[in-house]
T-cell receptor, first 114, second 112 residues
Framework: GAVVSQHPSWVICKSGTSVKIECRSL??????MFWYRQFPKQSLMLMAT?????????EQGVEKDKFLINHASLTLSTLTVTSAHPEDSSFYIC??????????FGSGTRLTVV | GNSVTQMEGPVTLSEEAFLTINCTYT??????LFWYVQYPGEGLQLLLK?????DKGSNKGFEATYRKETTSFHLEKGSVQVSDSAVYFC???????????FGKGTRLSVIA
């Protein structure tokens, strides 16, 4: 089946620094990637949708200048949390839809900002 | 817009008990319905899905039936195990490459 490799699985960073999260589709082409955020004991909230070769679409209330999304190729989408603050600490998950295998999730990245 | 409502947790059951986690949805069209499971510290795994009315999804002893008349997709398992302890999410999607809409999740704890 389809696999989305997400890295890093966890990261601790200092307040004010930036963190990049990568999601790679290993055996299929992901023209679209959904990015979700999950706070402790809460559900997944859609942050943005990235499409290869075009600008990402952000959900209401998500700061596009803070959460930079790039989808430069059919196999790689990245989320960069810029100038991270403790309130950005969360679990970030990518998800690629596809006709053959349905929705494929990355394994998630736990970000802790100290 | 589309939405998913699932029963509040946490749910605590003894091993071999019967499990039901209720899920209802609101959608304008004919969505696909899913149940995902999340074990502690991990990402989401697809448990089962159904793409049209009256379809029954099943996997690992879990099952759910797409009920259009009641807009429901309740998850059931006849005999739970300790290893089933996890958070369960009901979700829906419209046709095409549209994002999943999740319920709030239900935490299940199974005790021996």
């Amino acid at each position: 089946g389809a696999v989305v490799s997400q890295h890093p699985s966890w990261v601790i960073c200092k307040s004010g620094t930036s963190v990049k999260i990568e999601c790679r589709s290993l055996d299929f082409q992901a023209t679209t990637m959904f990015w979700y955020r999950q706070f402790p004991k809460q559900s997944l909230m859609l942050m943005a949708t990235s499409n290869e070769g075009s600008k990402a679409t952000y959900e209401q209330g998500v700061e596009k200048d803070k959460f930079l999304i790039n989808h430069a190729s059919l196999t790689l989408s990245t989320l960069t949390v810029t100038s991270a603050h403790p309130e950005d600490s969360s679990f970030y998950i990518c998800n690629a839809p596809g006709q053959t295998y349905g929705y494929t999730f990355g394994s998630g990245t736990r970000l802790t900002v100290v | 817009g589309n939405s998913v409502t699932q029963m509040e947790g946490p749910v605590t059951l003894s091993e071999e008990a019967f499990l039901t986690i209720n899920c209802t949805y609101t959608a304008t069209g004919y969505p696909s319905l899913f149940w995902y499971v999340q074990y502690p510290g991990e990402g989401l795994q697809l448990l089962l899905k159904a793409t049209k009315a009256d379809d029954k999804g099943s996997n690992k002893g879990f099952e759910a039936t797409y009920r259009k008349e009641t807009t429901s997709f309740h998850l059931e398992k006849g005999s739970v195990q300790v290893s089933d302890s996890a958070v369960y999410f009901c979700a829906l999607s419209d046709p095409g490459n549209t994002p999943l809409v999740f319920g709030k999740g239900t935490r299940l704890s199974v005790i021996a």
